[in-house]
């Protein structure tokens, strides 16, 4: 199969983002979504994909809360009452499998509870995807689900020692199949610490999310799995369909300049735009 096209194209609303200030999910997480236009986009969706960040089972805000990804369902439900809902993740834990990580997190009660699918993206069925223009991954493996889907990315604000963040873009990771991308190392995703930028830039060139809801409420000031918190707390969230417009904005929440993060330098322009309007939504 060839490359997916559609994520070297530039998002519908590049360069736009909205954000709000946070309080609780369930009042803040409808109108945010409601102002950045979300419902006509999933409107006659069949199936859309929520990718959260579940890397480890520890809680937020290292990992995605289940408690956003609940308001997200619900609203999706009333926006979108047809479209077929699935929360998939991969994780890079290589001493738990994402199930026990669904467990842990409590989405699979989630699922249980709001009738969603859960699935271990690990282990999805894969296609073959090629684009020599791509310096680090001119052949690359993804599930072949996430195709045909509207993809949702709710990823957390953090700090990355090697990537420098890791937003909306590198929340595109857990895609990745460890059996073509472990290569023996210490995580299931390995492989993508050698040129991380590049990599990270390329594998969004196959399949960018189609819309960003960011866990600003905390943020991870030095790290993505250790280390102290941001001080006082961010205490926003954010939601845009461009991902590049999302991470610039996330990366300036964490005191980093946007300049200096790889690959969303390499992604503006291409993937979206980093010079990025950020709207209040009151």
């Not at 994909?49 to 089972?57: T, W």
């Not at 308001?71 to 001493?95: K, N």
């Not at 709710?154 to 199949?177: E, F, I, Q, Y």
């Not at 280390?227 to 991470?247: E, H, K, M, S, Y």
Request: proline share 8%; net charge neutral.
């Amino acid at each position: 199969m060839a490359a997916n096209k559609k994520t070297d194209e530039m998002p519908a609303r590049t360069g736009e983002a909205w954000w709000r200030r946070f309080r609780n999910w369930q009042d803040d997480v409808p109108p945010l979504l409601a102002a950045s236009g979300l419902a006509a986009a999933v409107a006659h969706q069949r199936r859309i994909i929520i990718k959260p960040n579940l890397v480890e089972p520890v809680p937020p805000p290292i990992t995605t809360p289940v408690a956003l990804v609940a308001a997200l369902v619900a609203y999706l439900r009333e926006v979108a009452p047809h479209a077929e809902l699935v929360v998939a993740e991969g994780v890079g834990s290589l001493r738990h499998d994402t199930w026990h990580v669904f467990r842990e997190l409590g989405y699979l009660d989630l699922a249980r509870r709001q009738g969603v699918e859960l699935v271990d993206l690990n282990d999805a069925p894969l296609v073959r995807l090629v684009d020599p223009t791509c310096l680090r991954w001119p052949e690359m493996y993804l599930p072949a689900m996430v195709f045909d889907a509207f993809l949702i990315s709710v990823p957390v604000l953090k700090a990355h020692s090697l990537a420098g963040v890791t937003l909306t873009m590198k929340n595109m990771m857990g895609l990745a199949p460890p059996a073509h991308y472990q290569q023996g190392g210490h995580w299931k995703k390995a492989s993508f610490h050698h040129r991380v930028q590049e990599a990270v830039h390329d594998l969004n060139r196959y399949r960018a999310p189609d819309f960003t809801l960011l866990d600003a409420t905390v943020g991870m000031a030095e790290a993505h799995l250790w280390g102290p918190t941001c001080q006082p707390p961010v205490n926003r969230l954010i939601a845009g369909f461009d991902p590049v417009a999302v991470d610039a904005i996330g990366a300036g929440l964490l005191g980093q300049d946007w300049r200096r993060i790889g690959h969303i330098r390499l992604g503006d322009g291409v993937l979206g735009s980093a010079t990025a309007t950020a709207v209040e939504v009151a």
